[in-house]
T-cell receptor, first 119, second 113 residues
Framework: GAGVSQSPSNKVTEKGKDVELRCDPISGHTALYWYRQRLGQGLEFLIYFQGNSAPDKSGLPSDRFSAERTGESVSTLTIQRTQQEDSAVYLC?????????????????FGPGTRLTVL | AQSVAQPEDQVNVAEGNPLTVKCTYS??????LFWYVQYPNRGLQFLLK??????LVKGSYGFEAEFNKSQTSFHLKKPSALVSDSALYFC???????????FGKGTMLLVSP
């Protein structure tokens, strides 16, 4: 079956521009996560969606970062006024978590990521 | 708080030899522990997880991991390494009350022919 997909796979932008990154989760997965992976570092949690609500936004590094999700499907991560330190691979993951129940031990299924380069 | 440490940036092993990739964790409650693998230019793939029960967990591609509560460790192991196992390995932990996983920094495994 189809896995998690992300687009674009690569994005090069100039400092100060806005970018939108898209994630299509596995059908039926209600939980969706965004992570950032900087070169040589681990994954940094950004935001978690359960359905179309975001109960945990604690990882968003600044108010330039925002995300939304349409129902239990597509999510977009928007970075406004990009800075060079935003350069990283942005990973999306989804998980079969039921609404109202936190399934702590369900594995997350990751997309291939979007490599963002801010010049 | 929940945290994970992977003390080795890189592990080098000869093909056919056993491998171990180390992971230690810190949580306030009972941990749920995971290992993921990342091949170049690809997302993370799930290998195995520990929830409860047997301390030795078996996963994909012949990998296994041993949960040790007293040492707060969850080391990844494989009896005989393959060149194709060369990749970046991440350990992750989740404590009840947290909405997501906390990942370690990753360990690069290089298996030489």
């Amino acid at each position: 079956g189809a896995g998690v997909s992300q687009s674009p796979s690569n994005k090069v932008t100039e400092k100060g521009k806005d970018v939108e990154l898209r994630c299509d989760p596995i059908s039926g997965h209600t939980a969706l996560y965004w992570y950032r992976q900087r070169l040589g570092q681990g994954l940094e949690f950004l935001i978690y969606f359960q359905g179309n609500s975001a109960p945990d936004k604690s990882g968003l590094p600044s108010d330039r970062f925002s995300a939304e999700r349409t129902g239990e499907s597509v999510s977009t991560l928007t970075i406004q006024r990009t800075q060079q330190e935003d350069s990283a691979v942005y990973l999306c993951a989804s998980s079969p978590s039921r609404v109202g129940v936190q399934n702590y031990y369900n594995e997350q299924f990751f997309g291939p990521g979007t490599r963002l380069t801010v010049l | 708080a929940q945290s994970v440490a992977q003390p080795e940036d890189q592990v080098n092993v000869a093909e056919g030899n056993p491998l171990t990739v180390k992971c230690t964790y810190s949580v306030s409650g009972n941990p749920y522990l995971f290992w993921y693998v990342q091949y170049p230019n690809r997302g993370l793939q799930f290998l195995l997880k520990y929830i409860t029960g047997d301390n030795l967990v078996k996963g994909s591609y012949g990998f296994e991991a041993e949960f040790n509560k007293s040492q707060t460790s969850f080391h990844l192991k494989k009896p005989s390494a393959l060149v194709s196992d060369s990749a970046l390995y991440f350990c992750a932990v989740r404590d009840r009350g947290y909405s997501t996983l906390t990942f370690g920094k990753g360990t690069m495994l290089l298996v030489s022919p």
